[in-house]
């Protein structure tokens, strides 16, 4: 677990919206971690471990934050940004450091955890498909959906700060 | 599946070199795919510059460390061999990717089948007849491969019948039925074979059903839960053709 902290730790603070949650989370997964490493079959210890903090993070949102977990049907049902959203890619490359990170926080909890896992944990659509337990199309259908939102809201001008 | 995933594919090295090289074709001829993929690109460079590199606090490994003390003191399974597995695995999984991951050609039926589900949905249709009636799939088949296959109607069940298309598999023709449940699809392909009872496995993510009837071996693919494709394979198999 300690080789891969970092990563756990940039997964459990953008599922639980707090740095300081996260801490409790990603302490949380070491005790599992450490728990289950007898059970560790070998593969990709990084997905394991983000498998890991997942869980944990999952079981910190059902106590804390139960309004986050949306499920998969409404998932299904959510409307997508409308066609036509389509601003210049200059102006998404400017967006300041704040608003980026309140437009992922605001991502239901499925699209967010598949966003972070590629963009901020660097992994590949097969390693997110077993972290999250889903297929690779699922994996790609939500990425393509989260990063849809995103790019809607950084390409607007902002309304106020 | 749409361009637009595929250029979320391309933007993030999952698609192998013959895909890749399509997928540029496409973006050079369309000036709003390119400006699509401009812009993924921009928001993955933005949110990797920003926020991929936050370390997690000194002090988090101190409460960590002395958590776990009092237990690594009682049971042996060490940091150091978690390490090491990490540096195997890495050596492992390089080089993975999404088309490329099986750069080897499928070699089990059941793989092909999965493979063909796979460019289905990449296609713009997932089926060359659309029709929900069976009257209407089951005789287009005819001529086209040897045998027509079995169609029924599931609607009732929840598995509406989308369409059917010619999969080619192990360099022979083969009717596949397209049913939907949800915003799922399920292609449903029927080889003549020996009968037995279904078979499940998972391809890619992928659940695979293989069972045989009357003489015929079926695939039904799907990223449904194996739960929902065991319904829908078990209504398949219950339904009369007649009904």
Known sequence: MLPHLDDGYRLARWLT??????????QEACVDAF?????????????WVL??????????????????????????????????????????????????????????????????????????????????????????SRLARAR????AALGVDEPSG | ??????????????????????LEGAIAADVALAAERNRVQALRDLIRGRLAHERAPARLVGRIESVLGARR?????????????????????????????????????????????????????????????RHTVKPWFNGRVPQAPRVVDLTNEGFPL?????????????????????????????????????ERQTIAGYNVIEWSDNGVRYWAVSDLSAADLDSFAKAFREASPDR
């Open chain 2, 73 to 133: 003191e009682r049971s042996r399974p060490s940091w150091g061999m978690m390490a090491a597995a990490a540096v195997l695995a890495a050596v492992v999984a390089s080089g993975s990717t999404w088309l490329t991951l099986r750069p080897q050609p499928p070699n089990t039926t059941a793989e092909m089948v999965v493979a063909s589900h796979l460019r289905a949905l990449m296609a713009p249709q997932p089926i060359d007849v659309s029709s929900s009636d």
């Open chain 1, 51 to 140: 498998t890991i903090v997942r869980h944990a993070a999952y079981r910190w949102l059902r106590k804390n934050r139960p309004a986050a977990l949306v499920s998969v049907a409404d998932l299904d049902a959510l409307a997508d940004t409308q066609q036509g959203q389509t601003p210049e890619a200059a102006l998404i490359a400017k967006a300041d450091a704040a608003r980026l990170e309140r437009a992922i926080a605001a991502l239901p909890v499925p699209f967010r955890e598949t966003l972070v896992l590629r963009d901020v944990n660097g992994l590949d659509y097969r390693d997110i498909a077993s972290v999250t337990g889903v297929p690779i199309g699922t994996v790609m």
């Open chain 2, 162 to 198: 989308v369409g059917g298309r010619i999969d080619v598999i192990d360099r022979m023709p083969v009717p596949t039925l397209v049913y939907r449940h949800r915003q799922h699809l399920i292609s449903l392909v029927a080889i003549p074979a020996a009968a037995n009872m279904p």
């Open chain 1, 35 to 47: 728990r289950g490493i007898a059970g560790f079959a070998g593969g990709n210890a990084r997905a």
């Open chain 1, 148 to 151: 849809g939102r995103l790019i």
């Open chain 2, 1 to 22: 599946m749409t361009d637009n995933l595929l250029v979320h594919a391309y933007v993030d090295g999952e698609l192998d070199p013959a895909h890749a090289l399509e």
């Open chain 1, 17 to 26: 919206g707090e740095r300081a949650d996260a801490e409790d989370v990603v």
